[in-house]
């Protein structure tokens, strides 16, 4: 079974350590402008949920990611158009929708979750569902993210083609990657020298 696990194709969806909810939007991704879905299988939700799972503090067990189906695909794909809204808003300035607001606490509210303690460390648990679980954490962390410090450093990546979302951490960052970076860099010398890029 942990074959299989470690085995599912996680469909292409970029990881590039930014806080959760950043993650979920950004497996709506491009390659060279052309759009992709990174989770357009219920396989590939279940690899991106295990790729994330060290930094979720109720990480679902192998036999929950087997167990990922369309419905939980679909909730997660619900969740990720609440998610992408509610950046938008934040980096526009802009009210979301009460419908976005109102969808995105019916995850959270879904599954309640409490702290125990289990000396040295703690540990989360929830009566939800797994899937359920940790869609709950997803949507609480949007909500730390767009009511917190981050909020003001969210971006859209004007890389080439790029359409992925990054806070920026320090002040002289530009792209969601170094890749993106790079393809700049060439499309800013093409347009100096007229030169084809090859990216
Ligand atoms: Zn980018």
């Given at each position: 079974?942990?074959?299989?696990?470690?085995?599912?194709?996680?469909?292409?969806?970029?990881?590039?350590?930014?806080?959760?909810p950043v993650?979920l939007a950004n497996?709506r991704?491009?390659?060279?402008?052309?759009?992709?879905?990174?989770?357009?299988?219920?396989?590939?939700?279940?690899?991106?949920?295990?790729?994330?799972?060290?930094?979720?503090?109720?990480?679902?067990?192998?036999?929950?990611?087997?167990?990922?189906?369309?419905?939980?695909?679909?909730?997660?794909?619900?969740?990720r158009e609440c998610v992408a809204a509610l950046l938008h808003a934040a980096m526009t300035d802009t009210a979301p929708a009460?419908d976005t607001v109102?969808r995105l606490?019916?995850?959270?509210?879904?599954?309640?979750?409490?702290?125990?303690?289990?000396?040295?460390?703690?540990?989360?648990?929830?009566?939800?569902?797994?899937?359920?679980?940790?869609?709950?954490?997803?949507?609480?962390?949007t909500?730390?993210l767009v009511?917190?410090?981050?909020r003001?450093?969210l971006r859209p990546c004007?890389?080439?083609?790029?359409v992925l979302h990054f806070?920026?951490?320090?002040?002289?960052?530009?792209?969601?990657?170094?890749?993106?970076?790079?393809?700049?860099?060439?499309?800013?010398?093409?347009?100096?020298?007229?030169?084809?890029?090859?990216?």
């Amino acid at each position: 079974m942990s074959t299989r696990i470690a085995d599912l194709d996680a469909g292409g969806a970029p990881l590039l350590g930014e806080p959760l909810p950043v993650e979920l939007a950004n497996t709506r991704y491009a390659v060279r402008g052309v759009p992709h879905e990174g989770l357009a299988e219920p396989e590939h939700l279940a690899a991106w949920l295990r790729d994330i799972a060290p930094r979720l503090s109720a990480p679902p067990s192998d036999a929950a990611l087997l167990a990922v189906d369309a419905r939980d695909l679909a909730a997660a794909l619900d969740l990720r158009e609440c998610v992408a809204a509610l950046l938008h808003a934040a980096m526009t300035d802009t009210a979301p929708a009460a419908d976005t607001v109102a969808r995105l606490n019916t995850y959270t509210r879904a599954a309640p979750h409490w702290r125990e303690l289990t000396w040295p460390t703690a540990t989360t648990h929830t009566r939800a569902e797994p899937i359920a679980a940790v869609l709950a954490e997803l949507a609480d962390a949007t909500i730390d993210l767009v009511t917190g410090p981050d909020r003001a450093e969210l971006r859209p990546c004007h890389g080439p083609g790029c359409v992925l979302h990054f806070v920026k951490n320090n002040p002289r960052r530009e792209w969601c990657s170094a890749g993106c970076g790079n393809r700049a860099r060439v499309a800013r010398h093409y347009q100096r020298t007229k030169n084809p890029p090859r990216m």
